[in-house]
């Protein structure tokens, strides 16, 4: 399903902007009936499109008050070193994404903790499951725009 066509591209707008909506306000926005436009979001669901609906929440309130960016330098790039950094990760709660990178780091993670002392802790941990070759932090000092929505085009092409 890589070539949406309009009315799926504006469903999915839709629904990166408010999953909560009803499937009538989104079938009004879109121009469809509820039905159709209820078979075409289980068709991008099925498709593997949408890929889930949750709640954002504020993670400062819920006392994440520091957003770590962690640059990692492996010491090799062979598959038993990826499998075993893939499972540290894994295991790591503190982790909310982690990429593969091209260029000087191997991998970026970015890391939602309490304060310093959490960090410390969570760097412990990570450096304790797997060896690295180099660890490079970059402390976040203010989230100034944050969002999951991708820009998709919902106009007519």
């Known amino acids: ?13 839709e629904l990166m902007r408010d999953a909560t909506l009803p499937v009538a306000q989104i079938a ?11 078979k075409r979001i289980q068709k991008l669901e099925a498709a593997g499109v949408l890929t889930g609906r949750v709640a954002l929440a504020d993670p400062g309130k819920l006392g994440f008050g520091l957003t770590v960016f962690v640059g990692i330098e492996a ?11 893939a499972k ?5 709660p503190e982790v909310m994404e982690a990429y593969r990178m091209a260029g000087e ?3 970026l993670l ?7 002392a959490a960090f410390d802790r969570f760097y412990k941990r990570l450096t304790d499951a797997v060896a690295i070759k ?10 100034m725009k944050f969002t999951t929505a991708y820009p998709i ?3 007519n092409r």
Request: with cysteine; aromatic share 8%; charged share 30%.
């Open 1 to 13: 399903m890589d070539d949406l066509d309009l009315i799926d591209r504006k469903i999915v707008a």
């Open 28 to 38: 009004d926005r879109v121009g469809l009936s509820q039905t159709p436009c209820w």
């Open 75 to 85: 010491p090799d790039h062979g598959a038993e070193w990826r499998e075993s950094f």
């Open 88 to 92: 540290a990760v894994g295991g790591l």
């Open 105 to 107: 780091m191997d991998y």
């Open 110 to 116: 970015r890391v939602a903790v309490q304060d310093m």
């Open 134 to 143: 180099n660890v490079t932090s970059h402390f976040a000092m203010e989230r």
């Open 153 to 155: 085009d919902t106009r």
